[in-house]
């Protein structure tokens, strides 16, 4: 292509985006406002409890998904030393958005899994899909999302659902997939339908699985807090990036530091759950 | 003659990408080694006709390959068929849309499976009651009623074990139980016993008899095991490469066994166990002995006439004397054969 033909192929590209933009920009920032209201809810909710109560509630959690005291008595000196260092408004903040994404990759990711492990067409279309998505760099995604949405919450949200949907998509296809042929069979042979094979059988016997997927899209998910700060996401992605352009060493360790406690902690507790979902495997009496 | 509860009619199965094509072609005399290899196409089943006679148990028995499970699966469409028809209770269940099938299946046609096919996670009574659950039973009621079953296959106490936590032979009493739970008059057991160990699948073999004496089903049994098909099967039909070389009963079939893969199928087997007086019943007036009925097994006949010192035996039929039989006669009958032709004299 000649060199004016493909300035001129790129601008006009570039040009009937700016005008989708224009014409659609609003009813499409007007279609996510449910969901800024609840992350602006949330994050509130978070910031103004205090933090004794949330402290509380956080233990509670990490006990019921574990059951290890241990990992309990760890989740709080944790959140303890995040306070103590002053990151706790920050860790709020990248909590809340943290949950919003998760549920949105969850409510979208699981029905899109059993829709892909339906039929081998939509597996051979989602798929490609699915790589780009994880591969494709973020800020080249980061350019449309910012024009259409300008530069906020929403936008960093979306952002952070783009990269950390996939895993939990792929897992509940695979999980889907590998349930035993023979247990799929019989349940056919008792004329079970449609649903009743979905929900008695596949779903649970996938939902170690699927409980992997969540566990990767909730740490893809944290992956992104300082991608997302870039555009506007208010967390501990904020000072780490102001770490970077002022060389504040400290500052980037510190916050660097309290996003790895925090995904240790949901990795560590989202996998002590989904093991002890997968109870029924033992043969031991 | 008792009533036929399913007819299999001219059944053919074909895998491949275009079977109803093929099957004109297998129809007009194509082999199954022709069928593959120059079009592609593996022959399942082959103008299968078997007349399933109500509250009998079938036996359908032959090697790994002969198409015995992709048989059972056609009676209740788990496998859709090529061409033919499969009648149960006058309904050609192929006629059947989804939803019909799925009433089939959940109500008159129940199926034990060789790996049992128990859902991991849930725990034994829970298993017994899915198909209770699936027809849309509730809860309490199907629980209520697969305790019941869970006790006739002997298995209380297990009730909230999770399947790991049992044997197999334990599993497989409860995908027995689950079966014959939702009280479908037919049912379906594709290779039911064959992963068990020797002891522990006789003993689920006569669970099973002593179930059929109370419950009268119509079932249909697949084995590869002759010792299992003769003591289980009302009727025996043995499958080959697809198709059905022989049908009857255990008796007929040892007596006269249609080619030489037959013969040499059941060379092994202990015919004393299975013969009866009649099969080698003569005329002889010579001789005396104790009376037996003519349904009584060579091998008790023999128990019986040793005993009593005598050269053989007078055979009865509700006390009306029907022939007779000698000590040699019933020895050579049980005699592993030499030659078809030796075992066609002592054979009347």
Known sequence: MGRTDLRDFKKGIDESFRNFTREYGEAIENFFDPLLYFLVWLEKLFLNTPWPIILFVIATLVYLGSRSIKLTLGAILAFLTIGYLDMWDDTMATLAIISVATIVCISIGIPLGILMARSQRTQMIITPILDVMQTIPSFVYLIPVVMLLGIGKVPGLLAVCIYAIPPIVRLTNLGIRLVDKDVMEASEAFGANYRQKLIGVQIPLALPNIFAGVNQTIMMALSMVVIASMIGVKGLGVPVLRAISNQYLALGIMNGLAIVVLAILFDRVSQQFGKRLQAHTESSK | ?348
Do not use: C
């Open chain 2, 1 to 348: 003659m008792s009533e036929i509860k399913v007819s299999i009619k001219n059944l053919y199965k074909i895998f491949g990408k275009h079977p109803e094509f093929m099957v004109e072609k297998v129809k007009a005399g194509m082999s199954k080694t022709d069928l593959l290899e120059k079009h592609g196409h593996v022959l399942g089943l082959y103008d299968v006709n078997i007349d399933i006679k109500k509250k009998h148990i079938q036996v359908i028995m032959g090697l790994s390959g002969s198409g015995k499970s992709t048989l059972i699966r056609h009676i209740n469409r788990l496998i859709e068929p090529t061409a033919g028809s499969i009648i149960v209770d006058n309904e050609d269940i192929l006629s059947m849309s989804q939803t019909e099938l799925r009433d089939f299946r959940r109500s008159k046609a129940s199926m034990v499976f060789q790996k049992f096919g128990l859902l991991p996670h849930r725990k034994v009574i829970e298993n017994v009651s899915y198909g209770l659950l699936i027809q849309g039973i509730n809860k309490p009621e199907a629980l209520n009623r697969s305790n019941q079953w869970i006790e006739s296959v002997g298995l209380s106490g297990f009730e909230n074990h999770y399947p790991a936590q049992l044997s197999g032979g334990m599993q497989q009493r409860v995908g027995l139980a689950r079966a014959l739970a939702t009280d479908a008059d037919i049912l379906l057991m594709d290779e039911a016993f064959s992963a068990l160990d020797p002891l522990i699948r006789s003993d689920m073999q006569d669970v099973l008899l002593s179930l059929q004496e109370k419950l009268h089903k119509t079932i249909i049994f697949i084995t590869h095991d002759l010792d299992e098909a003769l003591k289980l099967g009302d009727d025996i039909a043995i499958l080959r490469d697809g198709a059905v070389i022989q049908s009857g009963t255990a008796e007929k079939i040892i007596l006269h066994p249609i080619d030489d893969y037959v013969t040499d199928f059941i060379k092994d087997i202990n015919k004393a166990r299975v013969l009866k007086a009649r099969s080698v019943m003569g005329n002889d007036d010579s001789i005396t002995g104790p009376e037996i009925d003519e349904t009584v097994i060579i091998e008790d006949a023999l128990q019986i006439v040793s005993k009593s010192g005598s050269n053989g035996a007078i055979i009865v039929k509700n006390g009306q004397k029907q022939g007779t039989v000698s000590l040699t006669d019933m020895i050579m009958a049980i005699a592993r054969a030499e030659k078809n032709t030796d075992s066609e004299a002592v054979y009347r």
